[in-house]
């Protein structure tokens, strides 16, 4: 159908007003549920015996016998309440990193939504001025442009006048097209930046929460160690006085107890990992190679080729002044001071080492042992250079050995090509806890039953005992890269 001037004219300034509010009438955006806060729970404080239960229980030597193997069970009960209480801090601190990563992610999609919002607005305000100079032309002159008075005037060739002409109305026609998609592209974009910041914005109230929660946690932890360790002396001195010993003794021998039951623990968890393998081989019709026989001499700690001791590279810091590391020593139980190193909770952009092209896993372990004492310390959210969480000191080592590894725990033995039982568990594997596929925590076995990790605020980046760790949800099975 064709239209008259005063149709044409009609029609035009209809579509500039159209195009012309496009703008001012963006998308609304649904907002993102925010995800549910992990709950923390605070181990409860075992009783202790009063000295007339202590008294009392002299008696008689069955007595004695009944009271200290009561003691000895509030000791375990306390063990196990400690285990507890770390477990729950290093989800809450897991949860506090990986909200800090997302914060990073959406405030990045953030800024490229704006930026790109931005660029389709400049690009829509210059067809917008393209069909206002339009739309006033056509009015002025009734619905024809200047440009074709000529034409009306019947002067020139007729096929020249025709075909500049349609030339003139096709550039007219692209003028409407062009601002029709400049305002659908401004009014997309628009709607996907204000979708962006207010997912950052969601991701900045996660972050803040999974701190309190975080903080929370460790101060629980701190308080679950430092009531553990008082309830300990006056439970080593009871014992001590109902079997006619001395208080060092006692401790030695509890020690030893804590120790065996960390053992079992763990052998526990290896021969888990090691029926679910078989199963799952005889599942798959293929029969696994039988483990080698244990030694009843040897604690059941987890099976690993000897690692030569790594050269651990002094650290580079700022100060000229060197700084050396501390002493690598396996502890059973990390020191965890009262007064931790503060931590920095701001994400800084990740500081990746550069690659050594054919790397090994044992340059991974070397990079990470690097990092075990002053001036590397526990940084939620950190990849470095100086503060790392879990897995960013994975990331970080890995990366140095010219392998790049996910960034959380979960992605990080998730998307491992090789997954074997703990009790295969090799130099350079990777060990989490938790329950897949929210694994909260990530170590780097060292063999011989030990890990090296960023463990907490407290604590900061340790060697340690893996047994030590059993009863915190460690996972039977070890990725490999």
Known sequence: MSLTGTGRKTAALCTAVVLLGTLALPAQATQAPQAPAPLVRVPASP????????????????????QVTRIEGILADAASAQQASFAVSLQA??????????????????????????????????????????AGDLYRNGGLNPALSTFVSGKGEVLQQAATLEAISASRSRAFETAETTAAAATSLTAASEDANRAADDAAKTAEARKAQAEEANAARLKAVTDAKAQRTVLVDQLASLRNTTAALESARVDALDRQREQDRLAAVSAAGTASAGQAAADQGTVPAPPSAPNPAAPPAVPAPVVPAPVVPAPVVPDPAPVVPAPLVPDPAPADPVNPAPPAPVVPAPVVPAPSPGGSNQAAISVALSKVGSPYYYQWGGTGPYGFDCSGL??????????????????????????????????????????????????????????????????????TELAWMSGMQLHPYAARY
């Open 47 to 66: 009783e202790i015996p009063s000295p007339e239960d202590i008294a009392a229980a002299k008696s008689s030597e069955s007595a004695t016998a009944d």
């Open 93 to 134: 601190n897991n949860a506090y990193g990986n909200a800090l990563v997302e914060l990073q992610i959406r405030k990045g999609a953030a800024a490229l939504a704006t930026a790109r919002a931005a660029s389709a607005g400049k690009e829509q305000d210059k067809a917008r001025r393209q069909i206002g100079q339009l």
């Open 394 to 463: 994975v990331q970080s080592a890995f990366a140095a050995a010219g392998k790049y590894l996910p960034r959380t725990a979960a992605q990080q033995f998730a998307q491992a090509p090789v997954h074997v039982p703990i009790s295969q568990a090799r130099a350079g594997d990777l060990l989490v806890w938790g329950s897949a596929p929210d694994f909260y925590h990530v170590a780097t076995y060292l063999g011989n039953g030990r890990v090296v990790q960023a463990l907490n605020p407290s604590a900061g980046i340790t060697v």
